[in-house]
């Protein structure tokens, strides 16, 4: 008999997943469920199949499992019923997701806009978070008993179900007969129906039965045709024939470029472009190499677009092709930092979301290079990236760059008008850089604009709806410009959903050296630096950051030397050395909100690094109380958060404690020297 286990970090969890998966496939498989920290976990060895909620369920059972069995990880989908909620969310609402943690949150969000739910602005909410976005909608999964606002419009979208993908996998292990199941998969695969990869996944699993497919088409909006590796049509959707005005009989057979007015070079490779057949302007998805068996085949994918979402997606495509793209990446960061890989992974991480980015950092810290990183790592990546500086442009035309205008909305307005910032953005992302400098009249209708996801152009009454993702940059503190009554209190806290910031070099430690070696292999240029000047950097204020550093780096090549020593540097930089005194005091003024109890938590960490002794909130509680200093573990656990959010501490999960990073050794010695 077929037995198949699923393990779960919560009882609760795996009984829900464990009757889900008895519903759908009764008999024919045994299915158990164990949390992985049941004393029975040894039981692991007698099930052929393994469902994992999460990934570090692996290191907790690993060593019971039966090398014949297989491991699935469990993917989640929203419920179908609760899908139907969500379409009636008003278009561009704010809405917080409600979820047990922050990770299940931020996934939560994901789904959500893997729904084509874009145009919402959805903040995450879970037990003990601080600060959270006041929004009149709360988005609950089938536990609103953890949001603890009154008074919101609370929608409940059920708890999330296991995905199609997941069934498919379970049936192809057991053999099972597709038959049985082909109407229930094909259901629910179309919950999903705006991602082509689980599409292109079920047809590629060998289920390219007529049953299934037909069941499939016919619940999808988009017109589906299917191909083969010779281009000829093998089977299309019921929607194919209204959008093209012929049969699907008739096309059957025939290749796709004599059906449509597809370019059979374009056919040969994934392609997204804009066609007219029949009197309608539509979307071809072109999605090539889906393995069947060994065959090799393809989808195409019609959408109909009215005019002006085909005149902004023109544009969009337009602006990709002319470079308008992400340019740089990870790999462009140099330095191995704590505090630098942190941020590194804290980028990866709101790439995944679709809330707005606060950049904040010195001038030269590169902040514009994180915003490109962080759209790369995004769904937005194939689309275009578009940057503006808010302070390069003069105020009498930012504002008509920002949102455009139509003809004769002013004297010397372009004939047929123009299109703005944000409308060529859509699809895409937009990064404001120097946000701060908005003038306070634009401000508000920035604001605006952010909140209900639509624009309407200078001189025009037609609202245009947006679907853009937002980056804004500063190097100014915008709380103290709210403060001075200089920058909108409600816009600040529209824009600082997820904060990012970026260190000066000078807090960067041996990244300095890092970057300079890289500007020497980016140069094809080498150059080795003494360990005067070595240290001399290290000790260098760095006022100008990354862009000082890269000044000082072509200054040397230019000088053609391949060793550098202290006289080859400019004179700006030897005469403008900081002093260790004058750095220490720069450091502690910047951080002086510390407070005494932070210093001592500090202090202990380092004491106890320095002899190679593991601590943890415990002990750090207990050394506490010897100092006169009473505080509880949640107390301490508290603080330990806040000082890791400002790259003093690193926390490790499991036994290996806290540990005190450079940085926080740094600000430590400031204090001990002072």
Known sequence: MNKMLVVTLAEPIGKKYRDELYNFFGDDIIVDYMVCSSDNIKAVYEYDLILISSYDIVNEIKEYINPKSKIIKIIKNINPKGLQKLEKIPYGEAALVVNVGPKSASESIHLIYAHGRTDLDLYPYYPGIKEYVDTDIVITQGEPDIFQGKG?????????VIDAQVYWDIILYFNLPKDKYAKK??????????????????????????????????NLNEGIIIFDSNEIIVNSSSIVQKFIGTANANIIGKKVYDVLPIDQIKLGKNEEMLISINNNVLICNIVRNIILGSKDIGLIILKRYDDMQIKMYKHAKQLTEKGYRAKYGLDDIAGNSDVINKLKERCVKMAASESTVLIYGESGTGKEIFAHIIHENSFRKDKQFIAINCASIPENLLESELFGYEEGAFTGAKKGGKMGIFELADGGTLFLDEIGEIPLHLQNRLLRVLQEKEVTRIGGTRVIPIDVRIIAA???????????????????YRICVLPLNIPPLRERGNDVLDIFNKFCEDYSYKMTLSDEVKEYFLNYSWEGNVRELRNCFEYLKHLGKKMIYYDDLPETIKSNVSTKHEKNNAVVEVEKNCSHIEIEILSIINSENSKNRKIGRKKISEMLFKKDIFMSEQEVRNKLLELRNKGFVDITKGRSGTKITERGKKYLACFENF
């Open 185 to 218: 998969l094909a259901e629910m695969s179309v919950v999903n129906k705006n991602s082509n990869e689980g599409f292109s996944y079920i047809i590629s699993e060998k289920v390219i039965q007529d049953n299934v497919i037909n069941a499939l088409f016919e």
């Open 474 to 492: 500063t190097n100014v503190d915008l709380r103290e410009r709210v403060r001075k009554g200089l920058f909108r209190k409600d816009l600040y």
């Open 152 to 160: 919101k419009n609370i929608i409940d979208i059920y708890s999330t």
